[in-house]
């Protein structure tokens, strides 16, 4: 009897250390990447440029909450983009490179990876909360936008995790450039989405609200914690 309500015990110490923001937390895929170092002066903020910083950002305990609305002004007077407020993470692991300067950069690059947790509340619609901007054909090489229902989805097509509004979701973004370009994207630490890259660019993580082409929702709203960049 005393053994079982030991055993008893122990599965549920077990359990108990495993859960994470009241959810079952599977491994973090972490192995063999070295943590880079971030300061303030890593995150640069991006808004609308007509308006106070504090009018579409802040920062308590820890949490960025980021707010935009559909009709607000890009982040500068002459850009044509769509409304965002955003932190840019400037760490860069690959500049535009042409011919054999391109492999010989190639051979040397990291891999790179981002973590963060993520929250989303309900009605917010048709807008990035994470991005690999830079790519030798367009402007981004990776963009997980939220849509109706809590789906995340690879820009607006293949749908990535459902069901996420309203809770903390640990995201994990490995860009490994030197194996043909592959992007992996992990949802509370469970592999759900693989693509390959756009090509070489100015390459750099964002995370925050960016409002995308069509489908967006009047009010759109993300909270991000816990940033973190690797490599290896």
Same mark, same amino acid.
């Given at each position: ?109 990291? &891999?790179? !990876?981002? %973590?963060?947790?993520? #929250? ?6 048709? *807008?990035?909360?994470? +991005?690999?901007? =830079? ?42 450039? &030197?194996? !043909?370009? %592959?992007?992996?994207? #992990? ?6 989405? *693989?693509?390959?890259? +756009?090509?070489? =660019? ?31």
């Amino acid at each position: 009897m005393k053994t079982s309500v030991c055993c008893s015990i122990l599965v549920v110490l077990i359990l108990v250390s495993f859960l994470e923001n009241g959810h079952l937390c599977v491994a973090d895929p972490t192995d063999g990447f070295t943590p880079v170092p971030l300061t303030d002066a890593n995150f640069k903020l991006q808004k609308p440029y007509d308006i106070p910083l504090e009018d579409r950002y802040s920062y308590k305990d820890g949490v960025h909450r980021f707010w935009v609305y559909n009709k607000d002004k890009p982040f500068k007077p002459d850009s044509t983009t769509r409304p965002r407020t955003e932190i840019r993470i400037s760490h860069y692991w690959l500049l535009i490179a042409v011919g054999l300067v391109l492999v010989n950069i190639l051979s040397t690059l990291p &891999v790179w !990876k981002f %973590k963060g947790y993520t #929250f989303v509340p309900s009605g917010t619609s048709g *807008v990035s909360i994470m +991005q690999i901007h =830079g790519a030798t054909m367009g402007a981004t090489t990776l963009q997980l936008r939220m849509y109706k229902l809590g789906d995340i989805r690879y820009y607006r097509c293949s749908l990535v995790a459902a069901d996420l509004y309203h809770r903390w979701v640990r995201v994990n973004v490995i860009h490994d450039v &030197v194996d !043909k370009g %592959k992007v992996t994207v #992990f949802i509370d630490g469970v592999k759900k989405f *693989v693509v390959k890259d +756009q090509g070489p =660019g100015n390459l750099y993580f964002k995370c925050g609200v960016y409002a995308a082409p069509f489908g967006s929702s009047n009010y759109m709203e993300s909270r991000c914690r816990g940033i973190k960049l690797f490599k290896k």
